[in-house]
């Protein structure tokens, strides 16, 4: 595998009875792995891991980070039990988040993680709503209006260049593409 931006890329896949295998190779490059029939469904694999599990059957590989291209897409064998829709984001997202430059310390970063929180125990959940974060966050010391959390959210998304999926109407669009995006790049673990 080989990826302009970031150099070589080293791995290896490897096909099972109802699913198959990844080998990460590359010492700090974390790959990502999703399910080209559910894009909610993802894998992140860390530099260095062998062995990685993917149930996916139709999937495509990309270097884990914003502005990244597919390097390989993978037609496995079909899964013998599908999983119920739950996000397995493994490893770190070192140096490919790191130039985000998001700063835990902040309230923006605060709103981000009580937005995201939901979304760890599984996708198809409802975002939770500006009112619902600004409790969260009072709970935890983080005083905010909901109209402040949405400030916030509208901050997140236009420094990430965030822009609603083709066709979208909802409302909600900045929050849904935002927690998809904050766990796919591992924004979360963006190092302090």
Request: with cysteine.
């Amino acid at each position: 595998m080989e990826s302009e931006r970031y150099g070589h890329v080293a791995g290896a896949i490897m096909p099972c009875a109802d699913h198959w295998r990844v080998d990460n190779l590359s010492r700090a490059t974390p790959l990502l792995v999703e399910d080209l029939e559910d894009p909610q469904q993802f894998i992140r694999v860390p530099g260095m891991r062998c062995g990685a599990v993917i149930p996916f059957e139709l999937a495509r590989i990309s270097v884990a980070g914003p502005d990244s291209s597919p390097i390989l897409t993978v037609f496995g064998p079909e899964p013998a039990v599908r999983p119920d829709a739950v996000h397995r984001c493994t490893g770190k997202a070192g140096e490919n988040a790191a130039h985000l430059a998001l700063d835990r310390g902040t309230r923006y970063f605060a709103v981000l993680r009580a937005l995201c929180e939901s979304q760890h125990s599984g996708p198809g959940r409802p975002v939770p709503t500006s009112e619902t974060i600004a409790r969260r966050l009072a709970e935890s010391g983080v005083r905010l209006t909901a109209r402040a959390v949405d400030h916030h959210i509208d901050y997140l998304v236009r420094r990430l260049g965030l822009r609603p999926a083709a066709g979208s109407v909802q409302r909600s669009w900045k929050k849904e593409v935002l927690v998809g995006v904050a766990l796919k790049q591992g924004l979360l673990d963006v190092p302090a």
